[in-house]
């Protein structure tokens, strides 16, 4: 009796459901210390010191009427404001409050600027491999999705596949960088080919083709590397960003949209997306980390824990001869399989290694690791790696 | 460029932020204080002390990575022990964690349960006045919104036009009490006939209606009237709560939604609603507040100060000659106007009074008065009142 639409929904999430389970039936027999789950991307690093901080603040200095109240539903006024200064201090943009929408995180973000823009049929290309989620976020709305397969040497965008692809029915491209799940940061180059590209082809069919950047590990980079600002390099940008990895919040749910003044018809879609935080029954982000978010702008979790553990994960596989890109951001390893997908992931299991499938990520013979666990779940699981190296015939690098 | 759904919606939602924008104009020219707004609800009165409490004590004693994190989709299953536990000690049921999903608001959890269950062209059936945003969460799942008219003697749902509205296509019926517009409680008899009715329909053309109960004001009551459990009437309900209303939280977006494993499907409905959740963009409810709902169970706001102000509005009003029906809950009177509701409404400004028109709730000719304002604010206004109704010709009670 539920909608047809989501029979599929919940059959399909039933295996990822199932591997959950696993891991919860495997710790039970083994202990949780003894197995080694590089199946969520869930932050293992507390929220930093001035989340807490923040908090006790509010609740000393603020009226509880405001803290806990309705506000407009884009969010206050003076956190919008706050969160424009910063991006325009980091970037050199020159937003305001009217260019930010505070959603309930970056998955309620997504899900707003796509209510606001699409129509049935519309179609919006992404990456492979790509955060799953996204085939869902599309089909709220009745979107088509398209994809665009992986360069599989790289993982940047396969920008001559993504030109072929585009139509009439183009509506809009997602990107997200720091990758989910390769790790991998889009470079300045790739970024201004694709402007080139996208005003190109926004010209021969006449309409305008929105550059929708899913931005949740931003603040997640290794090697002082810099992640370019999209609206910087292509006018119908428009930005969600997360606070769930750069504060440890994800569970908070609070994020915040930036469309710029300057994107086509940029004004209706702010005035739409507000609208439409409403009747999807967000009405307006978590009030309390609103504010929090505010107080904390320029506080940021310990990155170095994750790079750690990266570099000890890149260097340990690549040395027993895995392949894969070396991440530069976002907490995720994307490995190449030294046999069949499947067959890979159940191997691992036997050595209570839990990864997920890269088929997941439309992109088969691939496995994504999160890294985002305590330094000893990795060298714990590196003799399995290592083990599983011997048993499908990695050759070491020489 | 936006999508066409859209359009029209930010049309119509530019009314009501025209009001907003009016509000403001008349503060800043009379003074905040002198303007008498009761168009919005917005609780006034603080969250209990409980809920501070609760905040600090969880900071203390809780783990930053538990109170931030990602949890199951459904949200912490000992908060969703802790609220089954205390339904069941209220109203004798016998609910598990299993039967709760928490969401964000009301608003979040209906837009989950409709994604959940429409198929597009679906009937759902709504008495008016109903809360306007029925209409657009119906929408957002290409259901089919039908009003049932009001029987505007009690402001008791009409039955009898609901019987002859069922149709095979019904999916659904939304039933709001307290309600918000009237601040009536709908009687265990009218429940009762409700819950037959569904039954024989549901005979007749071999389907099921499901009966979604929107509870937020389920606290806010008077009299000591008791509001009376649903799924105790009627096996295929289900409930959507929130704790905006009663610990003053609006802003913080934290409820629940009560799927019984005796619904037809419960089983079916949960895991779909679960996945809702997730695609939606929700995730799940902000965690923080979850925790901080827990603890404060049985916490509420005020409810005295609201029915201060519902005895001086409604005695008022009444001795002033206007016609409405008790509230029984919530914090709306919902007041018939002497004269057309625009003209009304038009002629309430030039006092400082702002309401808003019946037609919002597809019942014109009355308008809402919300009285979840300072009783200072109620007895300012009221000489405005009383010269409305002599403008208008209102004939006072013998």
């Known amino acids: 009796m539920i909608a047809d639409k989501m029979k599929e929904m ?17 710790a039970a027999i083994y202990g949780a210390e003894n197995i080694y789950d590089f199946s969520l991307g ?15 603040g509010i609740l000393e200095e603020e009226d509880s009427i405001l803290i806990h109240g309705y506000m407009n539903n884009s969010g206050y006024e003076d ?9 325009n201090q980091k970037f050199d943009t020159r937003f305001t409050e ?62 001559e596949e993504m030109e072929k692809k585009i139509t009439a029915r183009t509506k809009a491209v997602i990107v997200n960088s720091p990758n989910n799940p390769t790790g991998v940061v889009y470079t300045e180059d790739t970024i201004q080919k694709m402007a080139d590209i996208l005003n190109r082809k926004q ?17 997640l980079v290794y090697d002082g ?17 997360s606070f769930s990895k750069s504060l440890s919040l994800p569970g908070e749910r609070i994020g915040y949209l930036v469309i710029p003044k300057e994107a086509a018809d ?51 596989l690549t040395s027993m001869g895995y392949e894969c890109v070396k991440p530069e951001g976002a907490f995720y390893l994307f490995m190449k399989t030294p046999t ?9 299991k036997k050595h209570n290694i839990l990864v997920v499938g890269g088929t997941s990520f439309a992109c088969p013979g691939y496995v994504r690791i999160a890294y985002c666990v305590g330094y000893d779940t990795i060298v714990k699981a590196l003799p399995g790696f290592q083990a599983l190296a011997e048993e499908f015939g990695v050759k070491k690098a020489e």
């Open 79 to 87: 956190v919008r404001c706050e969160i424009a200064e910063s991006i």
């Open 98 to 159: 009217d260019n930010i929408i505070m959603t309930v995180g970056a998955a309620g973000g997504l899900n707003v600027i796509l209510k606001t823009l699409l129509n049935p049929q519309d179609e919006v290309l992404v990456f492979a491999p790509y955060f799953g989620e996204y085939r869902s976020y599309v089909a709220n709305y009745d979107g088509k999705l398209i994809v665009v397969d992986p360069d599989t040497t790289t993982f940047q965008p396969n920008l």
């Open 203 to 219: 010209k021969e069919y006449g309409i305008h083709i929105y550059l929708i950047s899913d931005e949740p590990y931003r603040e």
């Open 42 to 56: 869930n932050p293992n690093l507390p929220a930093p010191q001035e989340v807490e901080k923040a908090i006790r």
């Open 266 to 316: 940029g004004e209706l879609i702010r005035k739409a997306a507000n609208v439409a935080t409403r009747i999807l029954g967000f009405v307006n982000a978590p009030s309390l980390m609103q504010r929090v978010a505010a107080r904390c702008i320029h506080a940021k979790c310990k990155v170095e824990a994750y790079n750690k553990n990266r570099e000890l994960l890149y260097t340990s």
């Open 340 to 348: 069949e997908e499947t067959e890979f992931c159940e191997a691992a």
């Open 10 to 26: 919940v059959e399909n999430s039933s295996a990822i459901r199932a591997m959950f389970e696993e891991g919860k039936r495997m």
């Open 225 to 241: 590397i810099k992640v370019p600002y999209l609206t910087k390099y292509y006018e119908n940008t428009i930005v969600g960003y």
